[in-house]
């Protein structure tokens, strides 16, 4: 199992640019969520998703959109790119069951810096 | 709302003992437990529910104080491998599901040296 993987690792993006952070996970989950994370700063959630079709989103949703077309990817868009976007993306998965495993698996994450 | 997490920062040597702590303000439904090394993704230590008990995990344990909405992280005889930031998790129950979702405290920076 690879567990959760995110492309790319690392991204420049200028001002007003747009772009697609990928998240696929093989275990299939159906929890799957997206979180940025600021500098010395706790992870902060941005959009969720509980089965293909199905997403909502978190406390820091604007500038941001999600779609889930299977279980497996739960890619995150950023159009018009800001400042303010600077931050490391993770994508976390969870099973749906309310027994155990209850914890969620992170990704490596993405370091995006917008300039 | 964020968890609160205290305190900060911690700074220990090799086989000293810490506590972290985090408060809610919202009634919680389970508290869970991450460490984040540095430029890694966060690791999932252990889990407390609602009405269950404290949680251990090697000489790392965990208690959930769900009357006060509070949690504290345990580490004792600290080892090197124990440094980095640790985070509390707060899942809230309004009715229904909550789909896992966690809300995040700060983070506390643990370091330990020989």
């Known amino acids: 199992n690879a567990g959760v993987t995110q492309t790319p690792k690392f991204r420049i993006l200028k001002i007003g640019q747009s772009m697609t952070l990928q998240c696929t996970q093989d275990m299939n989950h159906n929890y799957m969520y997206w979180y940025r994370q600021d500098p010395g700063m706790g992870l902060k959630l941005i959009y969720y998703?509980?089965?293909?079709?199905?997403?909502d989103k978190g406390e820091v949703p604007n500038g941001y959109n999600v779609s889930r077309s299977t279980t497996e990817d739960f890619p995150l868009r950023l159009e018009l790119a800001a400042p303010s976007q600077t931050s490391v993306y993770f994508c976390?998965?969870?099973?749906?069951?309310?027994?155990?495993?209850?914890?969620?698996?992170f990704g490596p994450g993405t370091r995006l810096t917008v300039t | 709302q964020q968890p609160v997490q205290s305190p900060q920062a911690v700074i220990l040597r090799e086989g000293e003992d810490a506590v972290i702590n985090c408060s809610s303000s919202?009634?919680?439904?389970?508290v869970h437990w991450y460490r984040q090394k540095h430029g890694e993704a966060p690791v999932f230590l252990m889990i407390?529910?609602?009405?269950?008990e404290q949680k251990g995990h090697e000489k790392i344990s965990a208690s959930f104080n769900e009357k006060r909405q509070q949690s504290s992280l345990y580490l004792t005889a600290s080892q090197l491998s124990y440094s980095g930031t640790y985070f509390c998790?707060?899942?809230?129950?309004?009715?229904?599901?909550?789909?896992?979702?966690?809300?995040f405290g700060q983070g506390t920076i643990l370091t330990v040296h020989p």
């Open positions: 976390a998965s969870r099973s749906r069951l309310a027994g155990p495993p209850y914890e969620q698996y």
């Open positions: 407390l529910l609602k009405g269950g």
């Open positions: 998703s509980v089965g293909a079709g199905i997403t």
């Open positions: 919202k009634a919680l439904y389970s």
């Open positions: 998790g707060m899942e809230s129950f309004l009715g229904g599901t909550s789909y896992g979702k966690l809300t």
